[in-house]
């Protein structure tokens, strides 16, 4: 069974510039979390769809960032602009629903975003 | 205040030697506790599960939760360098519906186990 994936595995922008991050979750799994890591601190929440709705975008830092996700399988996570703070690493995560499967979230590898 | 506050080290160890990480937490809604385990470049591995206080043990690791003080522990035995990594706490509440919630994390503790 294929895991979590996740592209571009890195990214390298110039500030003011949109990128677009793409998450494929484990099929079948109707979770699908986004959290990000800034250098030196903390993995955080960004926000939670189940099936194509999103239940939860407490942690989304602004309106520059736009989360999708298609048909509840793949998310789109786009940053437009890109502001310097937005560097860190963006996981994905996916999940069965509750009383499906297990309770376990499992991460993808990971987008390493840099913007310069 | 962080919700979740883990002592990020480094911690360096000899191989078979015992490791104690650990989290303190405030939140009290907090119910499942939980250890992920992240290699260099990879996404977080879960490791370790419980819910509520209690006792939980596979293999070598040995996860504790103490709600009445709000602290969590994991236990390595006989680590081997293998284990070297970054170990994370993470934590949620009881989300109620179709999802258990999502996941509050620790800073991360680097370990490194030396031959």
């Known amino acids: 069974e294929a895991g979590v994936t996740q592209f571009p595995s890195h990214s390298v922008i110039e500030k003011g510039q949109t990128v677009t991050l793409r998450c494929d979750p484990i099929?079948?799994?109707?979770?699908l979390y986004w959290y990000r890591r800034v250098m030196g601190k903390e993995i955080k929440f960004l926000l939670h769809?189940?099936?194509?709705?999103?239940?939860?975008e407490s942690g989304m830092p602004n309106n520059r960032f736009l989360a999708e996700r298609t048909g509840g399988t793949y998310s789109t996570l786009k940053v437009q602009p890109a502001e310097l703070e937005d560097s860190g690493v963006y996981f994905c995560?996916?999940?069965?629903?509750?009383?499906?499967?297990?309770?376990?979230?499992?991460f993808g590898p990971g987008t390493r975003l840099t913007v310069t | 205040q962080k919700e979740v506050e883990q002592d990020p080290g480094p911690l360096s160890v000899p191989e078979g030697a015992i490791v104690s990480l650990n989290c303190t937490y405030s939140?009290?809604?907090?119910?499942?506790f939980m250890w992920y385990r992240q290699y260099s470049r990879k996404g977080p591995e879960l490791l370790m599960y419980?819910?509520?206080?209690g006792n939980k043990e596979d293999g070598r690791f040995t996860a504790q939760v103490d709600k009445s003080s709000k602290y969590i522990s994991l236990f390595i035995r006989d680590s081997q360098p293998s284990d070297s990594a970054t170990y994370l706490c993470?934590?949620?509440?009881?989300?109620?519906?179709?999802?258990?919630?999502?996941?509050?994390f620790g800073q991360g503790t680097i370990l490194t186990v030396h031959p």
């Open positions: 419980t819910y509520s206080s």
């Open positions: 995560a996916s999940s069965p629903l509750r009383g499906q499967g297990t309770y376990e979230q499992y």
């Open positions: 939140n009290s809604a907090f119910q499942y």
């Open positions: 769809f189940v099936k194509e709705s999103k239940q939860d």
């Open positions: 099929s079948g799994h109707d979770n």
């Open positions: 993470a934590m949620s509440a009881n989300a109620g519906g179709t999802s258990y919630g999502k996941l509050t």
